[in-house]
């Protein structure tokens, strides 16, 4: 996450912020997990905007449901614990910046293991030198990986991810560089993440594809279909009528400076805000790239190769 400099608490912007966050409290507090507090995780979305004025050029109503999203999925957006994120990107169809929730490298490890399937799961980059080694056989998948001691590691030839849980066989998705390539080019080829780290962004594409080889609960489900819905440019929602209802749809409504006339019933706005929120269509003109992730940069940045982010 860029930091651009620190927004003032007093700054008008923070304040409306912070004063809808209130407004959709309740909306708010009946879709987060009970073991997360609503005033927490509204107070850290505060302190994330302050550290990230683009998001007020977004949107309104693409910030304010991205951050339903991100209590649905009920994950941190504070930017620094690496489970979720709110994403500036430029949309074409409004001619300005829209805002994206994207669950992180370890947003995506908390819904595995909170899915019961997995009670630990990692990502790993394989580069040339190293000595790798997979097979499939009839009662397992056999992987073995050891990295070079060498200080240049080489070309990055794939990675890989593992799930282990208590007395089962591991699972194992491994992604060779014709994979990451291509979800990379169906994404932003120039974004920070993938330029300048690209060993971390690599790591997590076998880790979104393991995400659909182990039980999730219906909303992690769609955040991982989500993500590889991306790669394909495609979008799939996660907020809809039954996460927005009548009153917050009026209240995202509002935000967006919207006049509502007082005929136009809370169930056609409803539906309406449910369009905007995304379909299934194909977006042209969004940058769809899932962004790096500020813990998988310290978790792969080890000389030479990136690191190993299970040793973090």
Same mark, same amino acid.
Do not use: N, W
């Given at each position: 996450m860029t930091n651009q400099g620190l927004i003032k608490s007093n700054d008008s912007r923070i304040v409306q912020l912070r004063g809808n966050l209130d407004r959709m409290g309740d909306q708010i507090e009946r879709v987060l997990p009970a073991i997360i507090s609503p005033e927490r995780f509204?107070?850290? %979305?505060?302190?994330?905007?302050? &550290?990230?004025?683009?998001?007020?050029e977004c *949107?309104?109503?693409?910030?304010y449901a991205s951050v339903m999203e991100g209590a649905v999925a009920g994950l941190s957006l504070d =930017?620094? +614990?690496?489970?979720?994120?709110? %994403?500036?990107?430029?949309?074409?169809? %409004?001619g300005g910046k829209a805002c994206t929730f994207l669950p992180g490298y370890k947003g995506l490890v908390k819904l595995m293991i909170q899915g019961g399937g997995v009670d630990t799961a990692v990502g790993r980059p394989v580069?040339?030198?190293?000595?790798?080694?997979?097979?499939? +056989?009839? *009662?397992?998948?056999?992987?073995?990986?050891?990295? +070079? &001691?060498? =200080? *240049?590691?080489?070309?990055? %030839?794939g990675a890989y991810a593992i799930g282990r849980k208590r007395g089962q066989d591991p699972v194992v998705r491994v992604c060779w560089r014709p994979e990451i390539d291509a979800a990379r080019g169906n994404g932003a080829q120039n974004s920070f993440g993938w330029q300048d780290h690209f060993a971390a962004m690599a790591s997590k594409t076998p880790? &979104?594809?393991m995400a659909n080889m182990v039980p999730l609960s219906p909303?992690?489900?769609v955040i991982a279909r989500r993500e590889d819905a991306m790669d394909g440019g495609a979008h799939l929602p996660l907020v809809d009528r039954t996460v927005i209802d009548q009153s917050v749809a009026a209240s995202l409504e509002r935000v967006a400076g919207r006049d509502i006339p007082e005929e136009e019933s809370a169930s056609t706005r409803a539906d309406e805000l449910a369009n905007r929120l995304g379909g299934s269509e194909r977006e042209p003109g969004c940058d769809d790239e899932p962004p790096l992730d500020p813990e998988d940069v310290a978790l792969f940045s080890g000389a030479g190769r990136g690191g190993d982010p299970e040793g973090a």
């Open positions: 509204v107070a850290t %979305i505060v302190a994330y905007a302050q &550290r990230m004025p683009a998001l007020f *949107e309104p109503l693409s910030l =930017g620094f +614990t690496g489970e979720g994120y709110l %994403i500036p990107r430029y949309d074409k169809r %409004i580069f040339e030198k190293d000595h790798f080694e997979f097979r499939y +056989t009839a *009662e397992r998948d056999e992987l073995v990986h050891v990295p +070079t &001691r060498e =200080g *240049e590691a080489g070309l990055l %030839i880790l &979104r594809r909303v992690a489900a």
